[in-house]
């Protein structure tokens, strides 16, 4: 199982773990990452979503500028913009899904409240039970990538909606599958759909608003009560994390970094970043290069 890259960025590369297996919108792996190492080794993004089951011995990986070690048996999970990098690997065996963002998002948008919150560098150390509730969604899955037979997509999805939903059930803070109100969250996650496109070029609310055909105040009342943040910090904080990769990750220079985040110019790029992280981006890019480094 090689990954293939799928579009260039300057400086970090974009995998598509499914395009390996001949696959569209979902696939599903058992494997030895020895196999794919010297390719993880590279920072790199994926295509769509991932979600592994470590099932035994030991990675240890970046996601985005954080260092992990993860031990098996343990769930871990991974969004579209998120850099990876694997260090090393020991004795370890891992069952692989990765999905596009339009695989499963309409069967999830009633019953995952934070989708987010289910792809944001989620790591669980799981017990045996829970590894065993998990891994027999994951062997029925397996199975039925495996076959060829009508309706293979429906019980895919199915399936995987039934893992996920499980794994919700093992986090800290249990129902990110808590049912709220099917409009909202529609709203929400179409929000922040549009956001994860259109970022870099787009950081006005009122332009997301007209996009979603509601008024400005409707989608930061309907954000708020949602997620506890306006529609402006969303964006906001989007804008600072992909900063912060690119300091981290990339070989741009600051006026460089303010181009592609939209910014009128480096000196304004240097006070929005200042303002959210606390300080100004030239510190972030040392002090996170020399703990590393």
């Not at 794919?36 to 994926?46: A, E, T």
């Not at 099932?55 to 992990?68: P, S, W």
């Not at 800290?172 to 109100?181: C, G, H, S």
């Amino acid at each position: 199982m090689i990954p293939t890259q799928t579009q260039t960025d300057t400086t970090i590369p974009v995998y598509n773990l499914r395009n390996c297996t001949g696959a569209t919108d979902f696939a599903i792996v058992r494997v030895d990452p020895f196999e794919i190492l010297g390719k993880l080794q590279v920072p790199h993004r994926q295509e769509g979503y991932t979600v592994n089951l470590l099932l035994q011995g030991r990675v240890t990986k970046f996601i985005d500028f954080e260092y992990h070690t993860i031990e098996a048996p343990a769930f871990f999970s991974g969004g579209p913009d998120q850099v990876h990098q694997y260090d090393s690997v020991e004795n370890a065996e891992l069952i692989c899904i990765s999905f596009s963002r339009d695989f499963l998002i309409n069967e999830m948008q009633g019953w995952v409240a934070c989708w987010e919150c289910m792809f944001n560098k989620v790591i669980l150390s799981l017990d045996n039970g829970s590894m065993e509730e998990l891994l027999s969604y994951a062997d029925l899955m397996l199975d039925e990538f495996r076959r060829s037979k009508p309706k293979k997509d429906v019980i895919l999805r199915n399936l995987l909606n039934a893992f996920i939903i499980s794994a919700a059930r093992l986090m800290d803070t249990p129902l990110a599958v808590m049912q709220m109100d099917a409009m909202q969250n529609r709203l929400v996650q179409q929000f922040k759909q549009h956001v994860d496109i259109h970022f870099r070029k787009i950081t006005r609310v009122a332009s997301y608003a007209e996009m979603l055909a509601v008024t400005p105040g409707h989608l930061n009342d309907v954000i708020k009560a949602t997620t506890g943040k306006t529609a402006k910090q969303i964006i906001d904080e989007k804008r600072i994390l992909e900063a912060k990769r690119l300091l981290f990750w990339g070989d741009y220079n600051l006026k460089e970094i303010a181009s592609l985040l939209n910014f009128e110019n480096d000196s304004y790029f240097n006070r929005f970043f200042k303002k959210h992280a606390g300080q100004t981006p030239a510190l972030f890019q040392r002090a996170i290069r020399e703990k590393y480094n």
